[in-house]
């Protein structure tokens, strides 16, 4: 079976070279055959990539520790989904999943797109085939998840922490989104590489754009609620460079989907549009490059090893690629019109990009700082929590307060008058809501106050546009399906304005107590009474549990629980925290008992309440209906699609 493996991903390398290779010389000469042979060569990899997948994938559930890999990962204990999810649990595994999601949509994207977009694709092939041949080289040549030994008794195990609904699901999600960014890449290097530059290309990669976009920002919220329920420590976001890896990206895919309406409907900002691509991919990369080079610290990243050199390698030669193709069309890349009012729709799409543009590349240079000065002085000095939190205040709320302005303003010009009179209802929802929060005492915070009374105007900007929306149309249903890709955008702005008073509310307003506690001893806050009640110990399969029993009155009666786990199998700790939910109060009850002792009977319990922290998973669903309404089809924008590309077709 491990020469299967790896005879399957020699295959994939093969192919990937012949696809860089003949595509590109294929793309050069303009031999046709040539150039469909390359493509053949494109699916093909994706199926002796999900050969190599699945020889993974049966010696993972098998529990066969003759590979390396699965003794590493795993142990015969471990329940099948746990098992499987070792597949990306380690970093071998985790490559090949980036191969096979690569090949899988890089065919798929080509495929679809072979007769609409001829002459641009015969140049997509060989950009994924360069792509692909990096990732298929590392997994042949460095890190192949197929070494083999001598099969041992039992595995390590799979870390403690991993052992969690949220990360079946939350790595595949970030894997998606980082490798989907690579369709709009390609696509956008091919066009600058045939001179079709035009928003053809924009046209064909918006819905694989949306789709990776979608995956990353899903995935990051699935990983936020594992960090705030299994890692234990009364948090969802910690700024961690891993986590900030992931959040890169996207913003600049955010930016990228919002400045290719401009190019699509006004022929502007093509410069921009490339630029912004590129830096999606470049930092998808990068960011894979700080999980495994060892050169940040987190809980999130693999330990050290000579992968990092090579992906380091690989983001500075794909960097010039990108550069020096933008700089080589510059003068296809010029637009047909320009900015006719710094008061217009586009000027807030502008806007709104330059804000998330420069948060983007806030975070990037927190994230390199520590590696800056490692480098310049020999010393590590990192950037703590106060410095992101700043920038996201001065960039966060300018950028929540243009969603609600945006949609308002008309297309090429507006006057202060016009504009005066569209935001007269928005304005006055604010205002009251704004009286209504001081008067709550919401004021005790003022990014807090600023927070909910900007998305209070966001919400009342939606809300108003929906139902003039519908006044014309006669129905909502009718009204999303003739433009679902601007609706769904609103209902996305939405979940991002849920997503905003959660964290306001769970960071302004929280409420936190420690104490040290023996049986009978009590803890007030914010209404609600603790009382330890006991400590206890007990041994289960693979670990050792440790609690301190706590009965809660007040806001709510019942016990909650919290403590660690001392797993066995690998001896490794793990904290258990104690949750209860009120949606009636809108808040969170949140217990983290450290260092309980059940010989003692003494305990330190840390508790904590969050206001509407809930509010923030209940965003990811909405964000979620959102971008299913944009990406649904639709029959009158396909018609445009076709028209748009009739050119490309004949």
């Known amino acids: 079976m491990a020469d299967l493996g790896r005879a399957a991903l020699v295959v994939s390398l093969g192919l990937v070279v012949y696809a860089l290779v ?130 041992t008794v039992d595995g390590a195990g799979l870390t403690p922490s991993l052992q969690n609904p949220y990360m079946v699901a939350h790595p595949p999600m970030l894997y998606l989104g980082y490798v989907g960014l690579s369709i709009p890449f390609a696509f956008a290097a091919g066009a600058m590489l045939s001179g079709q530059t035009d928003e053809r290309w924009i046209v064909a990669t918006r819905r694989w754009t949306l789709v990776a976009w979608t995956f990353l920002g899903f995935g990051q919220l699935l990983g936020s609620h594992w960090a705030y329920v299994e890692v234990g420590w009364g948090g969802y976001y910690a700024w961690d460079p891993v986590e900030n890896a992931a959040l890169m990206p996207w913003l600049a895919a955010t930016a990228f989907l919002h400045s290719v ?28 490059f700080l999980t495994r080079s060892g050169v940040v610290n987190s809980i999130h990243s693999f330990s050290k090893s000579p992968i990092g050199a090579w992906f380091l390698a690989f983001v500075v030669i794909s960097s010039l690629f990108s550069l020096g193709l933008i700089m080589w069309r510059l003068p296809l890349l010029k637009a047909r019109t320009k900015l006719e009012s710094p008061l217009s729709r586009e000027a807030a799409f502008l806007y709104n990009n330059l804000l998330l543009v420069a948060l983007c590349l806030t975070v990037l240079w927190g994230v390199l700082f520590p590696i800056v000065t490692q480098l310049v002085k020999g010393e590590t000095r990192t950037i703590g929590r106060p410095y992101y939190d700043f920038f996201l205040r001065a960039f966060g709320l300018p950028l929540l307060l243009l969603m609600g302005i945006g949609p308002l303003i008309a297309w090429r010009r507006t006057s202060f008058r016009t504009l005066a009179r569209a ?202 209906i959102g971008s299913a309404i944009a990406l649904w089809p639709d029959a009158r924008e396909q018609r445009r699609l076709a028209t748009r590309l009739a050119p490309a077709r004949a």
């Not at 795993?74 to 329940?79: G, H, I, K, V, Y």
């Not at 502007?268 to 894979?288: C, D, H, P, Q, R």
């Not at 693979?542 to 797993?567: C, F, K, M, P």
Request: proline share 3%.
């Open 261 to 288: 309406m401009i190019q699509e409907r006004k022929g502007m900002l093509k410069v921009w549009n490339m630029v912004l691509v590129a830096l999606a991919f470049e930092l998808s990369i990068f960011g894979t």
């Open 22 to 151: 003949g595509g590109a010389v294929a793309a050069v000469t303009n031999r046709r055959r040539l150039a469909v042979s390359a493509r053949n060569a494109l699916f093909c990899a994706f199926g002796s990539t999900a050969i190599a997948s699945a020889v993974l994938a049966i010696a993972l559930v098998r529990h066969d520790f003759s590979f390396v890999y699965v003794a590493s990962h795993t142990n015969r204990t471990l329940p099948t989904a746990y098992a499987l999810s070792a597949f990306w649990g380690g970093q071998e595994g985790s490559l090949l999943l980036w191969l096979l999601v690569l090949t899988g949509f890089g065919a798929l994207a080509v495929a679809l797109n072979r007769t609409l977009l001829r002459d641009l694709t015969v140049w997509v092939v060989p950009v994924l085939g360069g792509i692909g041949t990096f990732f298929a080289f590392v997994l042949v040549a460095i890190a192949s998840p197929f070494d083999t030994q001598t099969a």
């Open 423 to 624: 935001l007269a209802w928005p304005g006055a929802v604010t205002l009251a809501c704004g009286a209504l929060l001081v008067a709550a005492g919401a004021g005790s915070s003022r990014p807090g106050l600023i927070a909910y009374t900007f998305s209070s105007f966001v919400l009342a900007t939606i809300v108003l546009e929906l139902a003039r929306g519908t006044r014309a149309t006669g129905s909502l249903a009718k009204l999303i399906s003739r433009n679902r890709r601007r609706y769904g955008g609103y209902v996305v702005h939405a979940a991002v304005v849920l997503l905003a008073i959660g964290i306001a509310g769970s960071s302004a307003y929280a409420s936190s107590t420690e104490r040290r506690l023996t049986p009978g001893e009590s803890v007030s806050i914010a209404g609600y009474t603790l009382t330890l009640r006991d400590v206890e110990r007990r041994k289960v399969p693979n670990a050792v549990e440790t609690r301190a029993v706590l009965d809660v009155d007040g806001g709510w009666h019942g016990t909650l629980t919290s403590g660690d786990n001392q797993y066995v199998n690998p001896p490794e700790p793990s904290r258990e925290i104690g949750l209860r939910t009120s949606w009636l109060r809108a808040e969170d009850l949140y217990v983290i008992a450290d260092s309980a002792n059940p010989d003692t009977k003494v305990a330190f319990v840390r508790v904590l309440v969050k206001p509407l922290v809930n509010l923030i998973w209940v965003a990811g669903i909405v964000f979620l």
